[in-house]
């Protein structure tokens, strides 16, 4: 897994261990399958960093699949030989027709006029998120240069609820308690329950999804733009995350639930020194982020590979026939919080390297300093005037 990463302003310190922490925990969680026993995924930088630092050059980025040499006759780009009998008995074990429900197989294969679904398979697979968790590491470095930082956590698994995070509990706290949990849950009682559900899932044959929550600290007032429709952060961010294999929903804040509350309900009210009294907007209004924490939900639906397969057709013969089963984890909830997170970590970079600009580090971090001190300023003025000093 390649991955090619642009725009790195010079001189950021780039840690590998964090890149590698980052993939360490894509590749737990209750609930993984057998790929997980397969790789030990670890980065090698190819290009773009020198002694510790970008050199503003493009960031290369490798991750191997250590599962490929029982792949390489299967997945040559070699042409076809019908004399390589080895390689024809190989692609023909390989070869699949009966279609996944729910995943990109089908629609797949009538949109390229693939023949052997596995041409669609391989590349729809989820495991392609490993260079985006790998991306992330490198926006988490960039993002802790601005005192921005971002964690997930899972808020439900199946029918299992997490308890409601304490009102009081500081950002270092939930990365801690999440730490902690086999499911990335902080809540020690909905951790157990949902442990639970996942054994009997997988007892039963089938799969588990659930809902994950993307929290940061305080963002600057400004990311993003209301001024088009293309700029707006929160839509750029439900795009990002909605782009993760099984991510049905994205949210902010309340999301959802304001459909049900009035206009004085749904909203935060100012408080003096221009602070929010609640933060129901998620940290964003008008696409712009206001200053609050950023809250983000994303709803994972259930892994379609199950092994009680689902009723399909064959893509050949037109019959009914039992959906393909390759291995598969019965849940991946826990995984898809640090993707999601991810993403919205290289997301924030991108809008934050919009806003502030710079090719090296020195740079940036002075353009962002300079715009902290020209809002400080004016609500200093602001609260001056009001109270008539």
């Known amino acids: 897994m390649t991955v090619i990463i642009e725009g790195v302003p010079a001189g950021l310190p780039i840690d590998v261990t964090v890149i590698d922490a980052d993939l360490k925990r894509r590749q737990h969680g209750?609930?993984?399958?057998?790929?997980?026993?397969?790789?030990?995924?670890?980065?090698?930088?190819?290009?773009?960093?020198r002694l510790g630092q970008s050199t503003g050059a493009p960031i290369v980025l490798t991750v191997l699949n250590r599962d490929y040499d029982n792949w390489r006759l299967a997945m040559s780009p070699a042409p076809r030989d019908a004399r390589d009998s080895a390689r024809e008995a190989e692609l023909a074990r390989r070869r699949i027709t009966r279609v996944r429900p729910g995943h990109a197989d089908w629609a797949g294969a009538?949109?390229?006029?693939?023949?052997?679904?596995?041409?669609?398979?391989?590349?729809?697979?989820a495991r392609e998120t490993v260079t985006r968790v790998a991306v992330g590491a490198i926006a988490r470095q960039l993002l802790k240069q601005l005192g921005i930082g971002v964690s997930s956590h899972v808020v439900a698994i199946g029918s299992i609820d997490a308890a409601a995070l304490p009102s009081d509990w500081s950002w270092s706290q939930l990365v801690e308690a999440v730490a902690a949990s086999s499911v990335s849950c902080w809540d020690p009682e909905s951790s157990e329950a949902m442990v639970t559900a996942i054994d009997a899932a997988r007892d039963a044959g089938t799969s588990l999804g659930g809902v994950v929550e993307v929290v940061s600290t305080p963002l600057p007032v400004g990311l993003g733009s209301y001024t088009q429709w293309d700029r707006r952060l929160d839509g750029r961010l439900a795009q990002a995350v909605m782009s993760?294999?099984?991510?049905?929903?994205?949210e902010f804040g309340?999301?959802?639930?304001?459909?049900?509350?009035?206009?004085?309900?749904?909203?935060?009210?100012?408080?003096?020194?221009?602070?929010h009294a609640s933060n129901r907007a998620g940290g964003i209004e008008g696409g712009v982020s206001?200053?609050?924490?950023?809250?983000?939900r994303a709803v994972m639906k259930p892994i379609s590979t199950q092994p009680r397969a689902l009723p399909s057709v064959?893509?050949?013969?037109?019959?009914?026939?039992?959906?393909?089963f390759e291995r598969a984890d019965t849940c991946a909830v826990p995984a898809c919080a640090v993707v999601?997170?991810?993403?919205?970590?290289?997301?924030?970079?991108v809008a934050c390297l919009e806003k502030y600009g710079g090719d090296s580090l020195g740079e940036l971090l002075a353009h962002h300093q300079a715009s902290e001190r020209l809002v400080q300023a004016r609500w200093q003025g602001v609260e001056e005037c009001l109270s008539g000093s």
């Open 110 to 125: 009538v949109k390229y006029g693939h023949e052997d679904v596995r041409d669609v398979l391989e590349r729809a697979s």
């Open 244 to 250: 993760i294999p099984a991510v049905k929903g994205v």
């Open 314 to 324: 064959d893509l050949h013969s037109g019959e009914s026939v039992t959906a393909h």
């Open 340 to 349: 999601a997170e991810s993403m919205v970590l290289w997301t924030l970079a």
């Open 30 to 49: 209750y609930g993984r399958g057998g790929r997980m026993q397969l790789e030990h995924d670890t980065v090698t930088i190819q290009s773009g960093v």
């Open 254 to 275: 309340l999301g959802f639930a304001v459909a049900r509350r009035s206009g004085a309900e749904a909203h935060d009210s100012m408080t003096p020194g221009f602070r």
């Open 290 to 296: 206001n200053g609050a924490p950023l809250v983000l």
